[in-house]
């Protein structure tokens, strides 16, 4: 029997994506108060947003993660 890929059960808990998200926050805002433009990582945080009041846990963990690197890149390019 194959799994239909709408059977899928979410790979990330809610609480793990509600973590995630929230370190991305944290460490937008600290990029923000360090004089970095985060208006792009801000659209990405509301995609992350939209997706976990949709309970699209995966989805919400996949971009807090990017948000995540996006943010490590710039702190690195200094």
Known sequence: ??????????KVSRAEALDRMTRALETA?????????????????????????SADYDTA???AEEILKELESLALTR
Not at 38 to 44: F, G, L, Q, Y
Request: charged share 45%.
């Open 61 to 63: 963990a996949r971009l």
């Open 29 to 53: 805002k600290r990029a923000r108060d360090a004089g970095r433009n985060v208006s792009e990582i801000r659209k990405s945080l509301k995609q992350a947003r939209a997706a976990f009041e």
């Open 1 to 10: 029997l194959e799994d239909e890929p709408g059977d899928e059960k979410p």
